[in-house]
T-cell receptor, first 112, second 116 residues
Framework: AQTVTQSQPEMSVQEAETVTLSCTYD???????LFWYKQPPSRQMILVIR??????QNATENRFSVNFQKAAKSFSLKISDSQLGDAAMYFC?????????FGEGTQLTVNP | DVKVTQSSRYLVKRTGEKVFLECVQD?????MFWYRQDPGLGLRLIYF???????EKGDIPEGYSVSREKKERFSLILESASTNQTSMYLC???????????????FGQGTRLTVV
């Protein structure tokens, strides 16, 4: 079974600064999708960014970007110009076939 | 917008009770999922379904069963609730994978179940 590992249970960042959240995964497949989801205190899971494994170009969505290293099986999320509203639990996820597997999560605190 | 609705936001049940958690989606999605979320463990897949009446075990299926009689509804059943099943339960749905642009999973608001 695929595994997804987030080695940082907690991270903090100053408002307006940049932070990077780490994620590694284990798979023998070459075609799959990777996601970062955000879960604020409301508990509603929100998709932040998506990466298709066959695309070499790193995905970006406004202040959010990823560093996708396929050979290293690494998928980190960079948040630029951090805002108070970015404070949340962030989950990395791997998708292949009909199975979606999540990591343990990283709790991000944004300090004013 | 896709809407995934879980029947309860909070639920308290007694040990040994049979518990049903219901999830309904309104976007004709093929795939539906049940996860439980515990601190430090992230989201762990209990069961998923890729079509009506089709189901597959996830990583932690013990103590749970599921039912998918209609495409829009996916039920999680705790046959005999135990205190170690106290958790947050999240339902999700998605189109099948392999479509152009890939896909994403849409989540319900979660059910916090306490078994006493």
């Amino acid at each position: 079974a695929q595994t997804v590992t987030q080695s940082q249970p907690e991270m903090s960042v100053q408002e307006a600064e940049t932070v990077t959240l780490s994620c590694t995964y284990d798979t023998s497949e070459s075609d799959y999708y990777l996601f970062w989801y955000k879960q604020p205190p409301s508990r509603q899971m929100i998709l932040v960014i998506r990466q298709e494994a066959y695309k070499q170009q790193n995905a970006t969505e406004n202040r959010f970007s990823v560093n996708f290293q396929k050979a290293a099986k690494s998928f980190s999320l960079k948040i630029s110009d951090s805002q108070l509203g970015d404070a949340a639990m962030y989950f990395c996820a791997y998708w292949r076939g009909s199975r979606l597997t999540f990591g343990e999560g990283t709790q991000l605190t944004v300090n004013p | 917008d896709v809407k995934v609705t879980q029947s309860s936001r909070y639920l308290v049940k007694r040990t040994g009770e049979k518990v049903f958690l219901e999830c309904v989606q309104d976007m004709d999605h093929e795939n539906m999922f049940w996860y439980r979320q515990d601190p430090g463990l992230g989201l762990r897949l209990i069961y998923f379904s890729y079509d009506v009446k089709m189901k597959e075990k996830g990583d932690i299926p013990e103590g749970y069963s599921v039912s998918r009689e209609k495409k829009e509804r996916f039920s999680l059943i705790l046959e005999s609730a135990s205190t170690n099943q106290t958790s947050m339960y999240l339902c999700a749905s998605s189109l099948s994978s392999g479509l152009p642009r890939g896909t994403e999973a849409f989540f319900g608001q979660g059910t916090r179940l306490t078994v006493v």
